[in-house]
């Protein structure tokens, strides 16, 4: 559009009544745009807030994915390797990024062409300048890259990739340890549904936005989190396996108890309190409900996992946390659980904790 400029040649009164059009209509037309995102967001929320009350794990539906676990550095081999034969788009949003290999990985995508753009979380607890250096990295290369909103929500813990028409949702961060120390899973999909809706919520976030999309499978914080990890964990008929960085969430914390006094035996894989000092008192409370705790210092755990009923599995950067499920920016799947994941989940567990001998 052209700019209204005035010209002393033309009728003043005309000029003026032309600039009041003009900016009528400018307000106008944002007035507009404003509602209806507004009225659009409403509806969005309505929905998932109808769809959540009746959720239920039967709705959680077959998923083709390959299940990946690490320390093992041939997952990165395989993260790096995916990145540098991309062709169209790379997205990252990640709560820590300090993985050199990676990071040249994605400044090379770019200069092939590849949109590639990450989401960074700013104040990382106890640690607030670690993405700093790869920020500035990714930023000298001409990545789009951005910390978090943190008027949304109070940490973006997501462990998210997305490379062209695959993703890859992890309970580790873009880190070194987290392929060579860490106890860790990576789920690598491309069913359309779940891709399609994992780019929206990555651009939303890139963007600064709210959003309240998901799917059936996709465990989204703090959109549906609580109530999907909740009914899965409530639908436990047999047993119930989990791995868990940490824990303390009273909500949770009471569905394990009445499970065990059900006489539905649950055990937790956790990380060592020599790793995780709030463990200490979480563990104590936990075994004083009557649940299995057991505790690795080698590999260190920091997955976050539940194995129930050897059926349904769910995987994901929440925590078995109150800030994790109900004010984080998280991002989990859950899925059936094949016979070849369920033998590798129980394998790996009692390897990591074993059952304690008495």
């Not at 770019?110 to 949109?115: E, H, I």
């Not at 640690?127 to 990714?138: H, P, Q």
């Not at 200490?280 to 590999?299: C, N, Y």
């Not at 996992?305 to 499920?325: M, P």
Request: hydrophobic share 40%.
């Amino acid at each position: 559009m052209l700019p209204l400029i005035y010209n002393a040649m033309f009728p003043k009164k005309i000029f003026l009544a032309f600039l009041s059009l003009f900016l009528l209509s400018s307000c106008w037309s944002e007035y507009w745009q404003f509602h209806e995102q507004k009225a659009k967001h409403a509806k969005q929320k309505q929905e998932t807030t109808q769809a959540l009350q009746s959720f239920q794990v039967d709705q959680i539906e077959d998923r083709e994915v390959e299940i990946l676990t690490t320390p093992d550095k041939k997952v990165l081999d395989r993260l790096v390797s995916m990145i540098e034969q991309s062709k169209k788009q790379v997205f990252i949003e990640v709560y820590i990024f300090t993985e050199k290999r990676i990071l040249q990985a994605l400044k090379d995508a770019k200069k092939r062409g590849v949109d590639v753009r990450v989401v960074l979380e700013k104040n990382v607890f106890g640690a607030t300048s670690i993405n700093r250096k790869v920020f500035k990295e990714l930023q000298s290369a001409g990545v789009s890259v951005t910390y978090d909103n943190s008027k949304l929500y109070n940490f973006v813990h997501t462990k998210l990739l997305i490379v062209d028409d695959t993703y890859i949702i992890t309970t580790g961060n873009v880190s070194y340890s987290s392929f060579t120390i860490n106890r860790e899973f990576y789920v690598i999909g491309e069913n359309s549904a779940d891709i399609q809706t994992l780019r929206s919520i990555f651009l939303a976030d890139f963007r600064g936005q709210e959003i309240l999309e998901s799917t059936d499978n996709l465990v989204v914080s703090p959109v549906n989190s609580r109530k999907k990890i909740e009914t899965l964990l409530i639908s436990a008929k047999k047993d119930i396996f989990l791995y868990a960085e940490n824990f303390w969430d009273e909500h949770i914390l009471s569905i394990l108890s009445q499970k065990v006094a059900n006489g539905i035996p649950v055990t937790l894989c956790m990380a060592d309190p020599s790793k995780v000092k709030s463990n200490t008192e979480a563990i104590l409370l936990l075994r004083s409900k009557g649940i299995d705790v057991r505790t690795s210092v080698k590999p260190v755990i920091h997955a976050k996992s539940a194995l129930v009923d050897d059926e349904y599995n769910y995987i994901g950067s929440e925590n078995f946390s109150t800030n994790s499920l109900d004010a984080n920016r998280e991002i989990g799947i859950l899925t059936r659980s094949s016979p070849e994941f369920t033998k590798m989940f129980h394998t790996i567990f009692e390897s990591d904790c074993p059952k304690v001998r008495r």
